[in-house]
Protein backbone atom coordinates (compact mmCIF):
# COMPACT_ATOMS: atom_id res chain seq x y z
CA UNK A 1 0.00 0.00 0.00
CA UNK A 2 1.17 3.43 -1.17
CA UNK A 3 0.32 6.73 0.23
CA UNK A 4 1.04 10.32 -2.09
CA UNK A 5 0.45 13.66 -1.85
CA UNK A 6 -1.19 16.19 -4.32
CA UNK A 7 -1.17 19.54 -4.97
CA UNK A 8 -2.11 21.46 -8.07
CA UNK A 9 0.03 24.43 -7.21
CA UNK A 10 -2.77 26.74 -6.32
CA UNK A 11 -2.07 30.25 -5.55
CA UNK A 12 -1.83 30.80 -1.70
CA UNK A 13 -1.54 33.61 0.78
CA UNK A 14 0.50 34.27 3.49
CA UNK A 15 -0.20 34.56 7.15
CA UNK A 16 -2.15 38.09 6.39
CA UNK A 17 -4.30 37.14 3.57
CA UNK A 18 -1.49 38.50 0.73
CA UNK A 19 -1.54 36.81 -1.98
CA UNK A 20 2.12 34.86 -3.04
CA UNK A 21 3.85 35.65 -5.97
CA UNK A 22 4.04 32.28 -8.85
CA UNK A 23 7.50 31.91 -8.14
CA UNK A 24 7.12 31.77 -4.35
CA UNK A 25 4.35 29.23 -4.42
CA UNK A 26 6.62 27.11 -6.86
CA UNK A 27 9.60 27.19 -4.57
CA UNK A 28 6.98 26.28 -1.28
CA UNK A 29 5.69 23.09 -3.50
CA UNK A 30 9.72 21.64 -3.48
CA UNK A 31 9.80 22.26 -0.15
CA UNK A 32 6.48 20.52 0.62
CA UNK A 33 7.95 17.72 -1.48
CA UNK A 34 11.22 18.00 0.96
CA UNK A 35 9.12 17.93 3.98
CA UNK A 36 7.14 14.85 2.15
CA UNK A 37 9.88 12.67 1.46
CA UNK A 38 11.40 13.55 5.26
CA UNK A 39 8.18 12.67 7.19
CA UNK A 40 7.80 9.22 5.09
CA UNK A 41 5.44 9.28 2.46
CA UNK A 42 5.58 7.51 -0.50
CA UNK A 43 4.97 9.79 -3.41
CA UNK A 44 4.45 13.05 -4.21
CA UNK A 45 2.63 14.74 -7.25
CA UNK A 46 2.08 18.09 -8.63
CA UNK A 47 -0.62 18.68 -11.28
CA UNK A 48 -0.52 20.80 -14.43
CA UNK A 49 -2.98 23.80 -15.10
CA UNK A 50 -2.81 27.06 -17.34
CA UNK A 51 -4.52 29.36 -15.60
CA UNK A 52 -4.00 32.32 -13.02
CA UNK A 53 -5.26 30.53 -10.19
CA UNK A 54 -2.18 27.95 -10.19
CA UNK A 55 1.27 28.01 -10.84
CA UNK A 56 2.25 24.76 -11.82
CA UNK A 57 2.40 25.17 -16.23
CA UNK A 58 5.55 22.73 -15.75
CA UNK A 59 5.42 19.74 -13.50
CA UNK A 60 8.37 17.92 -14.42
CA UNK A 61 10.24 21.29 -13.84
CA UNK A 62 9.22 21.52 -10.37
CA UNK A 63 9.50 17.85 -9.93
CA UNK A 64 13.26 17.82 -10.96
CA UNK A 65 14.16 20.10 -9.09
CA UNK A 66 12.37 18.55 -5.70
CA UNK A 67 14.65 15.22 -6.71
CA UNK A 68 18.18 16.91 -6.42
CA UNK A 69 16.61 17.18 -2.39
CA UNK A 70 14.76 14.08 -1.82
CA UNK A 71 15.46 10.80 -1.29
CA UNK A 72 13.15 8.45 -1.79
CA UNK A 73 10.03 9.33 -2.34
CA UNK A 74 8.54 9.17 -5.96
CA UNK A 75 8.22 12.46 -7.69
CA UNK A 76 4.71 12.48 -10.13
CA UNK A 77 2.31 14.74 -11.91
CA UNK A 78 -1.11 14.65 -11.40
CA UNK A 79 -1.91 15.36 -13.86
CA UNK A 80 -0.14 15.15 -16.83
CA UNK A 81 -2.98 16.83 -20.06
CA UNK A 82 -1.61 14.51 -22.70
CA UNK A 83 -4.21 15.79 -24.93
CA UNK A 84 -2.40 18.91 -25.40
CA UNK A 85 1.19 17.88 -25.21
CA UNK A 86 3.37 15.80 -27.31
CA UNK A 87 3.25 12.11 -26.49
CA UNK A 88 6.90 11.68 -27.34
CA UNK A 89 8.19 14.86 -25.73
CA UNK A 90 6.22 13.39 -22.62
CA UNK A 91 8.20 10.44 -22.46
CA UNK A 92 11.34 11.95 -23.17
CA UNK A 93 11.19 14.44 -19.91
CA UNK A 94 9.55 12.52 -17.66
CA UNK A 95 12.45 9.51 -18.63
CA UNK A 96 15.00 12.69 -18.08
CA UNK A 97 13.11 13.06 -14.80
CA UNK A 98 13.26 9.10 -13.80
CA UNK A 99 17.44 9.70 -14.34
CA UNK A 100 18.06 12.53 -12.59
CA UNK A 101 15.88 11.08 -9.78
CA UNK A 102 17.33 7.89 -9.80
CA UNK A 103 14.68 5.82 -10.59
CA UNK A 104 11.35 7.75 -8.70
CA UNK A 105 9.95 9.27 -11.40
CA UNK A 106 6.00 8.26 -12.77
CA UNK A 107 3.68 10.40 -14.76
CA UNK A 108 0.06 10.35 -14.76
CA UNK A 109 -1.64 10.77 -17.79
CA UNK A 110 -5.02 12.41 -18.27
CA UNK A 111 -7.36 14.55 -20.07
CA UNK A 112 -7.28 17.19 -17.38
CA UNK A 113 -10.44 19.00 -16.19
CA UNK A 114 -9.77 22.10 -17.41
CA UNK A 115 -9.15 23.30 -21.15
CA UNK A 116 -7.20 26.23 -21.24
CA UNK A 117 -4.15 24.41 -22.93
CA UNK A 118 -6.52 23.55 -25.88
CA UNK A 119 -6.17 27.43 -26.81
CA UNK A 120 -2.69 27.74 -25.53
CA UNK A 121 -1.32 25.68 -27.74
CA UNK A 122 -3.62 26.38 -30.82
CA UNK A 123 -5.41 22.64 -30.50
CA UNK A 124 -9.22 22.41 -31.39
CA UNK A 125 -11.77 21.61 -28.51
CA UNK A 126 -13.60 19.82 -30.97
CA UNK A 127 -11.14 17.28 -31.23
CA UNK A 128 -10.61 16.41 -28.04
CA UNK A 129 -11.72 12.72 -27.55
CA UNK A 130 -9.56 11.80 -30.90
CA UNK A 131 -6.17 13.74 -29.49
CA UNK A 132 -6.60 11.96 -25.83
CA UNK A 133 -7.30 8.39 -27.22
CA UNK A 134 -4.57 8.35 -30.17
CA UNK A 135 -1.78 9.89 -27.69
CA UNK A 136 -2.61 7.38 -25.33
CA UNK A 137 -2.26 5.18 -27.73
CA UNK A 138 1.17 6.30 -29.23
CA UNK A 139 2.35 6.90 -25.52
CA UNK A 140 1.73 2.98 -24.73
CA UNK A 141 3.79 2.15 -27.67
CA UNK A 142 6.47 3.99 -25.99
CA UNK A 143 6.35 2.20 -22.90
CA UNK A 144 7.83 -0.54 -24.24
CA UNK A 145 11.32 1.38 -24.78
CA UNK A 146 11.91 0.01 -28.20
CA UNK A 147 11.71 0.84 -31.76
CA UNK A 148 8.15 2.21 -32.60
CA UNK A 149 6.47 2.32 -35.41
CA UNK A 150 2.89 3.86 -35.05
CA UNK A 151 -0.14 5.46 -37.59
CA UNK A 152 -2.64 7.78 -36.27
CA UNK A 153 -5.15 10.65 -37.92
CA UNK A 154 -3.06 13.90 -35.37
CA UNK A 155 0.35 13.60 -36.71
CA UNK A 156 2.79 12.17 -39.32
CA UNK A 157 3.32 8.04 -38.69
CA UNK A 158 6.47 7.11 -36.43
CA UNK A 159 8.20 4.04 -38.58
CA UNK A 160 10.86 2.55 -36.28
CA UNK A 161 11.53 5.15 -34.30
CA UNK A 162 14.06 5.07 -31.30
CA UNK A 163 12.87 7.39 -28.27
CA UNK A 164 15.74 8.39 -25.81
CA UNK A 165 16.60 8.39 -23.06
CA UNK A 166 15.71 4.78 -21.85
CA UNK A 167 14.84 3.89 -18.70
CA UNK A 168 17.02 2.31 -16.61
CA UNK A 169 14.61 0.10 -15.22
CA UNK A 170 12.96 -0.87 -18.84
CA UNK A 171 9.62 0.79 -18.09
CA UNK A 172 8.57 4.44 -17.11
CA UNK A 173 6.06 4.08 -13.99
CA UNK A 174 2.65 5.56 -15.44
CA UNK A 175 -1.12 6.21 -14.48
CA UNK A 176 -3.91 7.06 -16.51
CA UNK A 177 -6.52 9.18 -14.39
CA UNK A 178 -9.64 8.56 -14.66
CA UNK A 179 -12.93 10.78 -13.59
CA UNK A 180 -15.30 7.84 -13.87
CA UNK A 181 -16.60 6.96 -17.26
CA UNK A 182 -16.40 3.10 -17.83
CA UNK A 183 -15.15 3.94 -21.88
CA UNK A 184 -12.00 5.52 -19.60
CA UNK A 185 -12.11 2.58 -16.93
CA UNK A 186 -11.87 0.32 -19.54
CA UNK A 187 -9.44 2.18 -21.94
CA UNK A 188 -6.48 1.80 -18.85
CA UNK A 189 -8.01 -1.73 -18.50
CA UNK A 190 -7.00 -2.43 -22.32
CA UNK A 191 -3.35 -0.16 -22.16
CA UNK A 192 -2.36 -2.54 -18.93
CA UNK A 193 -1.69 0.89 -17.30
CA UNK A 194 -2.49 1.40 -13.45
CA UNK A 195 -5.69 3.30 -13.20
CA UNK A 196 -5.95 6.34 -11.05
CA UNK A 197 -10.01 7.22 -9.39
CA UNK A 198 -9.90 10.60 -9.37
CA UNK A 199 -13.10 11.00 -6.42
CA UNK A 200 -13.84 14.78 -6.03
CA UNK A 201 -17.74 13.95 -4.77
CA UNK A 202 -19.71 11.51 -3.13
CA UNK A 203 -18.51 8.69 -1.43
CA UNK A 204 -15.84 6.17 -2.52
CA UNK A 205 -18.61 3.66 -2.46
CA UNK A 206 -20.24 4.59 -5.16
CA UNK A 207 -16.59 3.95 -7.79
CA UNK A 208 -16.69 0.43 -6.63
CA UNK A 209 -18.49 -0.78 -9.64
CA UNK A 210 -15.57 1.28 -11.82
CA UNK A 211 -12.79 -0.66 -9.58
CA UNK A 212 -14.89 -3.91 -10.49
CA UNK A 213 -15.29 -2.94 -13.71
CA UNK A 214 -11.21 -2.15 -14.53
CA UNK A 215 -9.91 -5.80 -12.39
CA UNK A 216 -13.07 -7.50 -14.86
CA UNK A 217 -11.67 -5.58 -18.32
CA UNK A 218 -8.11 -6.78 -17.65
CA UNK A 219 -8.79 -9.79 -16.97
CA UNK A 220 -10.83 -10.44 -19.71
CA UNK A 221 -8.17 -8.21 -22.06
CA UNK A 222 -5.20 -10.21 -20.39
CA UNK A 223 -3.43 -7.35 -19.46
CA UNK A 224 -3.36 -8.48 -15.86
CA UNK A 225 -4.25 -7.35 -12.38
CA UNK A 226 -2.76 -3.47 -11.97
CA UNK A 227 -2.65 -1.53 -9.21
CA UNK A 228 -5.59 1.28 -8.93
CA UNK A 229 -5.12 4.22 -6.64
CA UNK A 230 -7.46 7.29 -5.76
CA UNK A 231 -7.28 10.44 -5.65
CA UNK A 232 -9.36 12.91 -3.37
CA UNK A 233 -9.16 16.40 -1.42
CA UNK A 234 -8.62 16.62 2.15
CA UNK A 235 -6.84 18.77 5.01
CA UNK A 236 -5.29 17.31 8.62
CA UNK A 237 -4.79 19.44 11.33
CA UNK A 238 -4.56 18.70 15.35
CA UNK A 239 -8.83 18.40 15.80
CA UNK A 240 -11.54 18.15 13.49
CA UNK A 241 -13.31 21.72 14.22
CA UNK A 242 -9.57 23.23 13.32
CA UNK A 243 -8.74 21.26 10.12
CA UNK A 244 -12.45 22.01 8.95
CA UNK A 245 -12.73 25.74 9.99
CA UNK A 246 -9.17 26.18 8.11
CA UNK A 247 -10.55 24.24 5.19
CA UNK A 248 -13.60 25.32 4.34
CA UNK A 249 -13.01 28.99 3.14
CA UNK A 250 -10.67 28.40 1.27
CA UNK A 251 -12.18 25.33 -0.30
CA UNK A 252 -15.14 26.79 -1.04
CA UNK A 253 -13.65 29.99 -2.69
CA UNK A 254 -11.80 27.73 -4.94
CA UNK A 255 -15.08 25.82 -5.69
CA UNK A 256 -17.41 28.76 -6.38
CA UNK A 257 -15.15 30.27 -8.62
CA UNK A 258 -14.63 26.64 -10.96
CA UNK A 259 -18.61 26.63 -10.36
CA UNK A 260 -19.07 29.96 -11.92
CA UNK A 261 -17.68 28.98 -14.67
CA UNK A 262 -19.51 26.10 -15.01
CA UNK A 263 -22.97 27.39 -14.70
CA UNK A 264 -22.89 25.51 -10.68
CA UNK A 265 -24.41 27.21 -7.50
CA UNK A 266 -22.57 28.82 -4.53
CA UNK A 267 -20.95 26.21 -2.54
CA UNK A 268 -22.83 26.12 1.00
CA UNK A 269 -21.71 24.80 4.47
CA UNK A 270 -24.06 22.36 4.56
CA UNK A 271 -22.76 20.74 1.37
CA UNK A 272 -19.00 21.02 2.83
CA UNK A 273 -19.90 18.91 5.92
CA UNK A 274 -21.70 16.48 4.34
CA UNK A 275 -18.70 15.62 1.92
CA UNK A 276 -16.65 16.00 5.06
CA UNK A 277 -18.72 12.89 7.10
CA UNK A 278 -19.51 10.76 4.20
CA UNK A 279 -18.21 12.20 0.88
CA UNK A 280 -14.59 12.44 -0.77
CA UNK A 281 -13.19 15.60 1.81
CA UNK A 282 -10.66 13.65 3.97
CA UNK A 283 -10.35 16.90 6.48
CA UNK A 284 -10.25 16.18 10.31
CA UNK A 285 -7.91 15.18 12.64
CA UNK A 286 -5.38 12.75 12.35
CA UNK A 287 -7.83 10.12 13.64
CA UNK A 288 -10.47 10.95 11.78
CA UNK A 289 -8.72 11.08 8.36
CA UNK A 290 -7.25 7.64 8.46
CA UNK A 291 -9.88 5.98 9.81
CA UNK A 292 -12.00 7.15 6.28
CA UNK A 293 -8.78 6.43 4.10
CA UNK A 294 -8.70 2.90 5.67
CA UNK A 295 -12.64 2.55 4.60
CA UNK A 296 -12.12 3.88 1.34
CA UNK A 297 -8.92 1.43 0.97
CA UNK A 298 -10.88 -1.55 2.18
CA UNK A 299 -14.40 -0.46 0.17
CA UNK A 300 -12.33 -0.22 -3.05
CA UNK A 301 -9.28 -2.74 -2.87
CA UNK A 302 -6.93 -0.04 -4.10
CA UNK A 303 -3.16 -0.10 -3.21
CA UNK A 304 -2.41 4.16 -3.77
CA UNK A 305 -3.99 6.79 -1.92
CA UNK A 306 -3.08 10.37 -2.85
CA UNK A 307 -4.72 13.10 -0.64
CA UNK A 308 -4.76 16.02 -2.54
CA UNK A 309 -3.60 17.91 0.12
CA UNK A 310 -3.70 22.11 -1.18
CA UNK A 311 -6.91 23.17 -1.99
CA UNK A 312 -7.44 27.06 -2.89
CA UNK A 313 -5.73 29.53 -1.22
CA UNK A 314 -4.16 27.64 1.91
CA UNK A 315 -1.32 29.30 3.70
CA UNK A 316 1.70 27.23 3.75
CA UNK A 317 2.49 26.96 7.02
CA UNK A 318 -0.67 25.03 6.96
CA UNK A 319 0.25 23.00 4.51
CA UNK A 320 3.22 22.42 5.81
CA UNK A 321 1.49 21.29 9.27
CA UNK A 322 -1.16 18.99 7.19
CA UNK A 323 1.90 16.75 5.56
CA UNK A 324 3.78 16.57 8.98
CA UNK A 325 0.44 14.62 10.24
CA UNK A 326 -0.35 13.48 7.47
CA UNK A 327 3.18 10.99 7.46
CA UNK A 328 3.73 10.79 10.98
CA UNK A 329 0.50 10.16 12.24
CA UNK A 330 -2.42 9.42 9.77
CA UNK A 331 -0.36 6.91 7.61
CA UNK A 332 0.92 4.43 10.14
CA UNK A 333 -2.72 4.86 11.52
CA UNK A 334 -3.84 3.58 8.59
CA UNK A 335 -1.75 0.98 8.19
CA UNK A 336 -2.11 -0.22 11.52
CA UNK A 337 -6.14 -0.28 10.35
CA UNK A 338 -5.78 -2.28 7.89
CA UNK A 339 -3.88 -4.64 9.74
CA UNK A 340 -6.53 -5.23 11.72
CA UNK A 341 -8.82 -5.65 9.34
Same mark, same amino acid.
Given at each position: ?????????????????????? $? =???????? =??????????????????????????? %????????????????????????????????????????????????? =??????????? @????????????????????????????????????? %????????? @?????????????????????????????????????????????? $??????????????????? /???????????? =??? #???? @????????????????? @????? #?????? #? $?????????????????????????????????????????????? #?????? /?? %??????????
Amino acid at each position: MEFGLDTFGDMTVDADGNRLSY $A =QVLRNIVE =QAVLADRVGIDAFAVGEHHRDDFAATA %PEIVLAAAASRTERILLGTAVTVLSSDDPVRVFERFATLDAVSNGRAEV =QLGRGSFTESF @PLYGLDLADYEVLFSEKLDLFAHLLDEGPVTWQGTIR %PPLNGVEVY @PKTESGRLRTWIGVGGSPESVVRAARYGIPMMLAIIGGSAARFAPF $ADLYRRAGAELGTGDQPIG /VHSPGHIADTDE =QAR #EELY @PHFKANRDRIGGERGWG @PMQRG #EFEREA #E $AGALYVGSPETVAHKIAETVRTLGVARFDLKFANGSMPHEELVHSI #ELYGTR /VI %PRVRELLDEG
